[in-house]
């Protein structure tokens, strides 16, 4: 079996790195690439960065903070927000970025997902998914950080993606996030069941029991948390010790 992967998030508005609940709430946590260091120590084995904010705001993906991070940290960076080209994808490429991750533009402009996969390969391609319960037993799919529902069904959409060539699905629960009452294992199953590329849980995790009940309740490939690790109360090691002790395979360091 696969290493399961631990892969902190960092939302950055304004060149900080934020965390907020719902999308709401937003606090400061600190500086991008320090916090990268930091998780790189700690043996995270990928990092995302997203600017929660470039797809409202309509601006483009922070460039700076990729290259200075890429030139300190030795894992994999996933990179998102403003992404809306192929140019896009190729400058944050070259930034350091070793994959690019689109959400509202991958629902706006399905093609791009194609595209980038052609042109870079599918493993450079994650598509992000923010969905919620839509009262009809379903799930619907929201962009622009939760705030537009686009009348798309969740298990359509994710067919569609893998379909065009991505590599990865990162599936955030709106309902969960920043809620720390732990990963919607139902919405996860619900994806894992219907794509076989890998899919990374998004949103909720609030203990250490809840990396351990995602990753053996679902085919989830990877957990990504956020508050847990800024706020200092887990370290990616703890996690990983506890994951291995539950004979769930990690990549120890």
Not at 105 to 119: D, F, G, R
Request: aromatic share 6%; glycine share 12%; net charge negative.
């Amino acid at each position: 079996m696969l290493a399961k992967r631990i892969i902190p998030c960092l939302d950055v508005r304004d060149g900080k790195v934020v965390k907020g609940v719902n999308f709401t709430g937003i606090k400061e946590v600190g500086d991008p690439v320090e916090c990268a260091i930091e998780y790189n120590k700690q043996g995270a084995d990928e990092l995302v960065f997203y600017d929660i904010t470039a797809s409202h705001e309509g601006r483009g993906v922070m460039l700076d903070v990729v290259k200075r991070t890429a030139e300190n940290v030795f894992v994999p960076l996933c990179v998102g927000g403003g992404i809306s080209t192929i140019e896009d994808f190729r400058d944050t490429l070259r930034a350091g970025a070793d994959k690019v991750s689109i959400n509202s533009q991958a629902v706006k402009n399905p093609s791009l997902i194609s595209e980038a996969a052609e042109i870079f390969g599918s493993q450079c391609v994650v598509v992000g998914i923010d969905a919620k319960r839509d009262g009809k037993g379903g799930y619907a799919v929201y962009i622009n950080g939760g705030r537009i529902d686009m009348g798309l069904q969740l298990g359509d959409w994710v067919k569609e993606i893998e379909q065009r060539g991505a590599g990865e699905i990162c599936l955030n629960s709106i309902d969960a996030d920043g809620t720390k009452a732990g990963f919607d294992i139902e919405m996860l199953n619900y994806v894992c069941d219907r794509v076989s590329i890998p899919v990374i849980a998004s949103g909720g995790c609030g203990k250490l029991s809840h990396f351990t009940d995602v990753l053996q309740q679902t085919n989830s490939s990877a957990a990504l948390a956020a508050s847990l690790f800024h706020f200092k109360e887990l370290t990616v090691g703890e996690v990983k010790q506890e994951l291995n002790k539950h004979n769930i395979p990690v990549r120890m360091y």
